[in-house]
């Protein structure tokens, strides 16, 4: 089973930045991209960015697109996800998941424990 553990939540002003990393292991040949997905405080759950670890193709959806940037370190296992501009509206918790493709994302097995970014002044 492939194991996700996030880390670099925090609190951040408004308008500031956060780089928050996915540190996976045990990804089998099936793990193909890995997502973001965030769940606010009472919302549901919204994917807000993936990335394909064979050529670092990249998807956002219009909600994020131009802030929010994932990249992918295939030596350190690592993939990231940097949040620019950040408004309260931010604030969620912050999940990474790994799938066969972005569309399947929601349907994952594979979660790690989430990290809490909250933006506040």
């Known amino acids: 089973q492939v194991h996700l553990v996030e880390s670099g939540g925090g609190l951040v002003r408004p308008g500031g930045s956060l780089r928050l990393s996915c540190e996976i292991s045990?990804?089998?040949?099936?793990?193909?991209?890995i997502g973001w997905v965030r769940q606010a405080p009472g919302g549901g759950r919204e994917g807000v960015a993936c990335i394909q670890i064979s050529d670092g193709s990249t998807y956002y959806p219009p909600s994020v697109k131009g802030r929010f940037t994932t990249s992918t370190d295939n030596v350190k296992n690592t993939v990231y996800l940097d949040l620019n501009s950040l408004e309260p509206e931010t604030t969620a918790v912050y999940f990474c998941?790994?799938?066969?493709?972005?569309?399947?994302?929601?349907?994952?097995?594979?979660w790690g424990q989430g990290t809490q970014v909250t933006i506040s002044s």
């Open positions: 045990g990804a089998t040949s099936d793990t193909r991209v």
């Open positions: 998941a790994a799938e066969y493709s972005c569309g399947n994302l929601y349907k994952s097995d594979d």
